[in-house]
């Protein structure tokens, strides 16, 4: 069955901290993707990965950086946490169908809520 | 600018009756078009697909319509059951990153 893993479902950090969100996935999955959730704001991608060492910024990349160094394991980085960072940050997974097309279809983790005090 | 809206941020419907939720979307280069379902505190799941080539694709309970005129597309649920009380996420794309709707939260009554 296809896993897309969340180190840690629940974290309370101080402004100020760094953060280290890690996902690991186990479908050997080329793409890789991060995104927070806010209510009434929908999924808002952050950053993602096509490959090894690459990465592309998503919409509202300020204030996080990532890093690629395997193939299954993208993690995210809150250099220093301020408050407007409390959030759902979800990690998910893709790759090409058997024809070689976009599917659109992504793996999720079960999220990691973060809250920043 | 929103490319994929969903204008219902909730939607309330009795057990056992059709949940309509509806999609637009701006971009015509869009060519596959996504409906994932997310309870509190899991990610999201994919639920169902269409390309754009269809206009309709079923399955179960669970059927999404296209209209590539109107740039609209909708998912049907029959009947409806508790359990699928959740967070609907439209989503739609031409490349291997695909643009979310901001949701709508259906709840079903019992």
């Known amino acids: 069955d296809v896993k897309v893993t969340q180190s840690s479902r629940y974290l309370v950090k101080r402004t100020g901290e760094k953060v280290f969100l890690e996902c690991v996935q186990d479908?050997?999955?080329?793409?890789m993707f991060w995104y927070r959730q806010d209510p009434g704001l929908g999924l808002r991608l952050i950053y993602f990965?096509?490959?090894?060492?690459?990465?592309e910024k998503g919409d509202i990349p300020e204030g996080y950086s990532v890093s690629r160094e395997k193939k299954e394991r993208f993690s995210l980085i809150l250099e220093s946490a301020s408050t407007n960072q409390t959030s759902m940050y979800l990690c998910?997974?893709?790759?090409?169908?058997?024809?070689?097309?976009?599917?659109?279809?992504?793996?999720f983790g079960e999220g990691s809520r973060l809250t920043v005090l | 600018d929103q490319q994929v809206k969903q204008n219902s941020p909730s939607l309330s419907v009795q057990e056992g009756r059709i949940s309509i939720l509806n999609c637009d979307y701006t971009?015509?280069?869009?060519?596959?078009f996504l409906w994932y379902k997310k309870y509190p505190a899991e990610g999201p799941t994919f639920l169902i697909s269409?390309?754009?080539?269809?206009d309709k694709n079923e399955d179960g309970r669970f059927t999404v319509f296209l209209n590539k005129s109107a740039k609209h597309l909708s998912l049907h649920i029959v009947p409806s059951q508790p359990g699928d009380s959740a967070v609907y996420f439209c989503a739609a794309g031409g490349s291997y990153i695909p643009t979310f709707g901001r949701g709508t939260s259906l709840i079903v009554h019992p």
């Open positions: 479908m050997d999955h080329e793409n």
């Open positions: 269409i390309s754009s080539i269809k």
């Open positions: 998910a997974s893709s790759s090409p169908g058997t024809s070689g097309k976009n599917t659109g279809e992504l793996f």
């Open positions: 971009n015509s280069m869009f060519d596959y």
């Open positions: 990965s096509y490959d090894v060492k690459m990465k």
